[in-house]
């Protein structure tokens, strides 16, 4: 079979992470290509492609409509012949000038994504439950449930109990009004002041929009000599090191599927996160991992502080997340079942 994945950008996130899992899968049993309509991409990351995957760039301007690009992106397409287009942003389908000579596949990554454009694909892909509900909700359309997979032989896995500095890690996009960031802030703040425990560090891996507004907030919560930012890391960094940190703490606003959560039950660590949809389907509503309620920067508190006095007890829910991770979220099934959704 011969399959074309089209994606906008390919810049570090959890959704072009899946890709590059999912095109290093699918090639070892199908001719695989990948195709990039935007000039942002990661070359860190196109470098963990196969080189066996062919790889086309259009370098589009972002939101450009330029029907140039658009005969040159359906050349390109032409030229690949695909049996199927499995597509990765909603409104991808845009970009073809004949739809209808083709399979079209897409995969919604997030909850609430535009539908203006998700009647006009042959199938849609759902990676969570939450992500299924919430497209069925607003559009009436079915789709397939397929959960992202990781690559659990990239992943070192933690065999120490935690002692001495309590160390905690939040791996995202620093973007607060949805990955909320300044929640946790303000949980680490309590956690200080209102509980005086100070035998804990805090990392923030990963950049955005909102480093700025996370750094005052540290300031004006004096939290300077516990909370440290690494900036954007490579995966493979994330993945050796991961197994260092005592808990993973993922405090979004909203969030579709949680794929750090899922990383970090695969490396032994224990998760608190906020009950939202996707992280809380991960963790199968708190039998794999710790949760709080959403913007409750309190509760978060009142949770890291149980987390850390219980420390010596986490590797009985760590065990069975990882064998939980092991069981459901796996990039070889995951790349696996894509392919009989296409031939269904």
């Not at 896995?157 to 946790?184: A, N, Y």
């Not at 092991?326 to 696996?336: E, G, P, R, Y």
Request: aromatic share 10%.
């Amino acid at each position: 079979m011969r399959i074309l994945h089209i994606i906008f950008s390919l810049n570090i996130g959890g959704a072009e992470n899946l890709l590059v899992d999912t095109l290093n899968e699918q090639v070892k049993s199908q001719t695989v290509a990948l195709f990039i309509i935007n000039d942002e991409y990661n070359p860190d990351l196109l470098a963990k492609i196969n080189p066996d995957i062919p790889i086309s760039l259009l370098k589009r301007k972002k939101g450009s409509f330029n029907l140039l690009k658009v005969m040159e992106a359906n050349r390109t397409i032409r030229k690949y012949n695909p049996d199927v287009i499995h597509f990765h942003n909603h409104n991808g389908i845009r970009i073809l000038t004949r739809p209808s000579l083709y399979r079209k596949v897409l995969t919604i990554h997030d909850v609430g994504i535009l539908s203006n454009h998700l009647r006009k694909y042959d199938k849609i892909l759902a990676i969570s439950k939450a992500v299924q509900k919430d497209i069925f909700d607003r559009t009436n359309l079915e789709s397939v449930l397929i959960y992202n997979g990781i690559d659990l032989s990239k992943i070192k896995i933690k065999t120490e109990k935690p002692t001495g500095i309590f160390r905690m890690v939040q791996v995202s996009r620093l973007e607060h009004l949805k990955k909320g960031q300044d929640i946790l802030l303000k949980a680490i703040a309590l956690l200080v002041d209102k509980y005086e425990i100070d035998s804990f560090s805090l990392d923030f891996i990963g950049a955005g929009s909102s480093e700025y507004y996370l750094k005052e907030l540290i300031k004006q919560y004096n939290l300077e000599k516990f909370v440290t930012f690494t900036g954007e890391k490579r995966r493979e960094d994330i993945y050796n090191n991961l197994h260092n940190y005592d808990l993973l703490i993922q405090p979004s606003i909203y969030e579709g599927f949680g794929l750090t959560v899922a990383e970090a039950m695969a490396a032994r660590v224990p998760v608190l996160v906020s009950a939202n949809d996707g992280p809380m389907e991960i963790i199968e509503n708190g039998e794999y991992g710790f949760w709080f309620r959403k913007g409750d920067a309190e509760h978060c508190c009142e949770q890291i502080r149980q987390i850390i006095l219980q420390r010596e007890k986490l590797n009985i829910i760590s065990d069975n997340a990882f064998q939980h991770v092991i069981k459901n979220f796996n990039i070889v099934d995951t790349a696996s079942l894509y392919i009989q959704s296409y031939s269904k």
